[in-house]
Every structure is written in C-alpha cells, then in structure tokens.
C-alpha cells in the first residue's frame, strides 16, 4: 500500500480538505499512475453534497483524469512506466455479463465499479476518485492518449466528452440535422463541439446571455435565451436531435415542444429534483424522451481518438487543489468557462 496526498468532504456540508488515503500496490494487471490533470465535473459537486444520496464519507471525487504511468504489474501489455494515461469514470466492472460484453461496461448488471464513490473489491471499502496525487486502474480501463493533445484540456474528455460524444454516436447525429445542446457548462461545451464535428446545424440554449459569442467561437450556428419565448418559439416543431444537459430542475417542455415529429431529447443533465413531464408534449408528434450514462471503454478509447483526429479538446480554467470549494460555488453560478481542471502538482 501507498500513502497517497488527496482532497476529500468529509461530509455532505464540509468543505473539501486535505486528507491521506492508501492505494493498493499493483497487482499483475494493473496501471499505477501518477495524476498530472483532474477535470471538475459537477456531479463530483452533486457527490460530495449527497445530493444524489449514497455518499460514503469521506468522499474523493474526480473522474476525468490524465496522469503519468509510474509502474505496471507483470501482465500489463499496452502501458509502460513514462507513458501518458487517462482514466474515466469507472475502473473496474465484471465484464463477464451481457452489457460487459457488448462494451456498455457502464450498465454492468453487476454494477460497475466507479471511479469514486464505488464499492472497492480490493479493500472492502468506497473507490476514491482523481483529487489526489496516484491512482492503481486495471489496464482493462485505462484509456490512451495521443501525444498531439494538450494533457490537461484533455482530461474533461474521459467524462463531459464521452457523456455527450456517446448519445449522439447511438442516436446517429449527422450532417443535415438540426441539433440542440441545453446548457453551456462542461457537458454543454463538449456538446456543441461535438455536434458541429458531426456535421449538425448546431443551436445552443443558454439561460446566460453572456456566453452567445463563447458559444459561437465553440461551434454553436446560433444561440438561443431559454427565457426568450419568442426566440423559442420560432424553433417549435423543428429539432432532430436535442441533449440536455442542465444540472439543475428545468422545464421539459420548453425544449420537448421543439423537436420534429420522431425527435428525441436525450437527458444527460442528473438534476436532483425530478422534472415534470407532460405527457402530451411527446404524444403529439411521437417524440421520444430518454437518457445516456457516459459511455463504455473502447466508445470512450474511440471518442479520444476522434478528438486526436479532428484536434478537439476542452476549453478550460486551471486552478489549484486548495481552490476546489470556490470552483464548486463557481459551477453552481454557472460561472464556469468551461471546465476546471485541477493541476494535481499544486498538492503537495
Ligand atoms: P456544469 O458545468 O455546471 O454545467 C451545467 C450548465 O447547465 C450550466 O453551465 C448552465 O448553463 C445550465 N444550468 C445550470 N443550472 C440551471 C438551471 N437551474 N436552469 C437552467 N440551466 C441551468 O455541469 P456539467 O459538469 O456539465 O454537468 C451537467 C449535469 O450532467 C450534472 O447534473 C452532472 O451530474 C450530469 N452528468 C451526467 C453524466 C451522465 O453520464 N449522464 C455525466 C456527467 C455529468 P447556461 O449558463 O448555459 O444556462
Ligand atoms: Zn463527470
């Protein structure tokens, strides 16, 4: 076991802190990485608050990491000590059942093991996420890197970029469609540039007026004030494809009533409250509702190596470790461009 430096709530209203955790030695199949970059995602913020439920104290989140591999057990193949390396949401599942076998590692019917906050079979206890400095990952859920990527504006990719990439892969975005993205945050962004990549007419709605031109600059053809009924109704009736994803209770409607008969609105977005659905809004012209859980291995070694091709990377703010609870009130004030990402050499 390793003594490894990290950052944890220690309950659902303390604010993050320092605290010390051990990691396993390496076993014959498992990468031992020494974390460079972890990206901010906001359902670490929904974790640490408990406000999903099922928060193990003390919590380490951070799923979006990029780091360093520093040694490798005997039947390691594809990673070597120098090499970068990345790891996402989950680090282990059974991979034996049938969502295992057909890569959806994330809907394991015995439940995936995430990357914090999950059931540990190595220790009996919680997994501890990327707010620290090492972190042991079978090579089965290690993902690879290309050299030509900025290390760091990679890191949001292993979760905004895969949660967002994977549901527009499965509903076959494409050019000629018209296509929404709720929300410009982590996800959101992620969403846009994806979306404009695929070829799509790309309309962004926002609830800040400040991020029309960011949204444009990211690839978004036109940008939509959800609060604007008017700007909203010109849209009705016309939407292929539209992914949500706000982090926070919002009306379905609003957004149902655009897509075109056969759309279909794809929730990503995790709100702790529940939304209200009106029935009818999908009644009328056979709209579909539904949802996406970020994306299995090899979608998300895919997606990375999409990104390499078509030099796509996330737009992001650095901050350091002991900045954590101020980037959190950032995220709720959706006052984040647009994604922070913690340099983990700050933790010292
Ligand atoms: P984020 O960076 O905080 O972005 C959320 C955006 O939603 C905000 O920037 C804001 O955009 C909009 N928003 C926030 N509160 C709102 C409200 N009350 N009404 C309307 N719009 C609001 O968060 P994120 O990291 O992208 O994550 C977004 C959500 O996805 C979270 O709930 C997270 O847990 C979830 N998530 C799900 C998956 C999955 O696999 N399904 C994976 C990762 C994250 P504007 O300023 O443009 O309005
Ligand atoms: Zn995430």
């Given at each position: 076991m390793t003594s490894t430096k990290a950052y944890a709530a220690q309950s659902a209203t303390s604010p993050l802190a320092p605290f010390s955790l051990e990691r396993r030695d390496p076993t014959a199949s498992d990468v031992q990485i020494e974390i460079l970059f972890c990206g901010v995602c906001h359902s670490d913020l929904h974790t640490a608050r408990n406000e999903w439920n099922g928060t193990t104290y003390p919590c380490v989140p951070g799923h979006e990491i990029v780091g360093r591999v520093t040694n490798v057990g005997s039947a390691v193949k594809n990673f070597k000590a120098g090499d970068v390396a990345a790891v996402g949401c989950m680090v282990d599942?059974?991979?034996?059942?049938?969502?295992?076998?057909?890569?959806?590692?994330?809907?394991?019917?015995?439940?995936?093991?995430?990357?914090?906050?999950?059931?540990?079979?190595?220790?009996?206890?919680?997994?501890?996420?990327?707010?620290?400095?090492?972190?042991?990952?079978?090579?089965?859920?290690?993902?690879?890197?290309?050299?030509?990527?900025?290390?760091?504006?990679?890191?949001?990719?292993?979760?905004?970029?895969?949660?967002?990439?994977?549901?527009?892969?499965?509903?076959?975005?494409?050019?000629?469609?018209?296509?929404?993205?709720?929300?410009?945050?982590?996800?959101?962004?992620?969403?846009?540039?994806?979306?404009?990549?695929?070829?799509?007419?790309?309309?962004?709605?926002?609830?800040?007026?400040?991020?029309?031109?960011?949204?444009?600059?990211?690839?978004?053809?036109?940008?939509?004030l959800s609060k604007d009924e008017e700007a909203m109704q010109k849209h009705a009736n016309s939407f292929d494809f539209i992914l949500d994803t706000v982090s926070a209770k919002h009306p379905l409607a609003s957004y149902l009533q655009l897509l075109n008969r056969d759309g279909t609105m794809c929730m990503v977005g995790a709100s702790p409250d529940p939304l209200p659905l009106e029935v009818f809004n999908l009644i009328g012209r056979r709209r579909q509702l539904v949802g996406s859980l970020i994306g299995g291995i090899a979608e998300t070694q895919e997606m990375l190596d999409f990104c390499a091709e078509h030099n796509i990377t996330s737009d992001i703010e650095m901050i350091r470790v002991d900045e954590i609870n101020e980037a959190y009130e950032r995220m709720l004030s959706s006052d984040v461009k647009y994604r922070f990402v913690i340099d983990m050499a700050s933790l010292n």
């Open positions: 599942s059974d991979r034996t059942c049938p969502n295992c076998r057909a890569g959806l590692e994330q809907f394991c019917d015995s439940r995936a093991t995430f990357t914090y906050n999950g059931f540990d079979k190595h220790t009996g206890g919680v997994t501890y996420g990327g707010y620290s400095k090492a972190i042991v990952v079978d090579e089965a859920f290690v993902l690879r890197i290309s050299d030509k990527l900025n290390p760091a504006a990679t890191a949001p990719l292993l979760c905004a970029g895969i949660t967002t990439y994977s549901p527009m892969h499965h509903w076959k975005v494409s050019k000629g469609q018209k296509v929404g993205i709720v929300g410009l945050g982590g996800l959101g962004h992620m969403g846009v540039k994806f979306a404009n990549a695929f070829g799509a007419e790309v309309v962004l709605f926002t609830t800040s007026p400040g991020k029309t031109e960011d949204a444009k600059r990211l690839g978004a053809h036109e940008v939509v």
